[in-house]
């Protein structure tokens, strides 16, 4: 799945996902129930697909499901070392430092479907975005959820329709492709003073490094320590305000001063 070429999500049985094969003039519209991929272009369509109809925006082809590489992202949703009930309530604790209300917009990077439905349960917001870069999470969000903003892409990127925000849950930063220096640098340009941002992971470091292990083309760093987390805060004007590093379980809160302003 090609990085960097990325699309909102918007209805709730169809998204939007770049296939790297695929010209970027393109739009590509997923519908997970007919396991199919619809491309349609205003301008074109690709001589290597078979065109099957015709649509307000031009021509429709259609290519097999299995002609899109997508990552393996199912060890998100396996939570073998937690109960349910320390499931919700890790969930809980982290979706409560946020201290979320109803005019808050809060972005979420690489939630699982279940993060997401304690959210939307627990927390009634203006505005609700999930970034991801699997499309068939997005997929399973956006069918329970129509109002849920869906978009497939890096969190670096998020496109300026849907900023500021003023709580960020990053749920699985060790996946997030970039340096902390440049994601925060990033969340510094997208959110408001005073926002939080929340990055946790509900068992641990140990878990992190063997997930390193087993899935190195996807989690590719280590959650940071406290000093590595402060220096990068201070740098990009957050400041820690909670830091919790236990075996079973991750969290830290940061809060945003406002760009250019001290961080205390």
């Known amino acids: ?38 491309l349609s272009s205003r301008f074109q369509s690709l001589p290597s697909l078979k065109c099957s109809s015709e649509s307000n925006e031009g021509t429709v082809a259609v290519l097999n499901i299995e002609d899109i590489v997508e990552k393996d992202w199912s060890f998100l949703d396996i939570d073998n070392l937690n109960s349910l009930e320390e499931q919700t309530h890790k969930s809980n604790r982290i979706i409560s430092a946020a201290d979320i209300k109803d005019t808050s917009r809060v972005l979420v990077s690489i939630g699982t479907e279940d993060f997401v439905d304690r959210l939307v349960e627990s927390s009634p917001c203006q505005l609700l975005l999930v970034v991801h870069d699997s499309l068939f999470s997005l997929a399973m969000i956006k069918e329970k959820y129509d ?36 994601i925060f640098g990033a969340l510094a340009e997208r959110c408001l003073p005073g926002a939080k941002v929340i990055i946790s992971h ?60 001290p961080t205390r």
């Open 1 to 38: 799945m090609a990085r960097n070429i990325m699309h909102s999500l918007f209805s709730p049985s169809s998204l939007l996902v770049p296939p790297s094969s695929i010209h970027p003039s393109l739009t590509c519209l997923y519908n997970h129930q007919h396991h199919r991929v619809h």
């Open 202 to 261: 509900t068992q641990g470091r140990g878990v992190v490094e063997q997930q390193r292990k087993a899935f190195p083309d996807v989690v590719t760093s280590d959650l940071p320590d406290k000093p590595t987390l402060e220096k990068v805060a201070s740098d990009n004007y957050f400041y820690l305000t909670e830091f919790l590093d236990e075996p079973g379980f991750y969290l830290a809160v940061l809060k945003f001063c406002g760009k250019g302003l």
């Open 147 to 182: 109002n849920v903003k869906c978009w497939q892409g890096e969190i670096i990127y998020v496109p300026d329709k849907w900023v500021p925000f003023d709580v960020v849950f990053l749920t699985c930063l060790p996946a997030v492709p970039f340096q902390l220096n440049q």
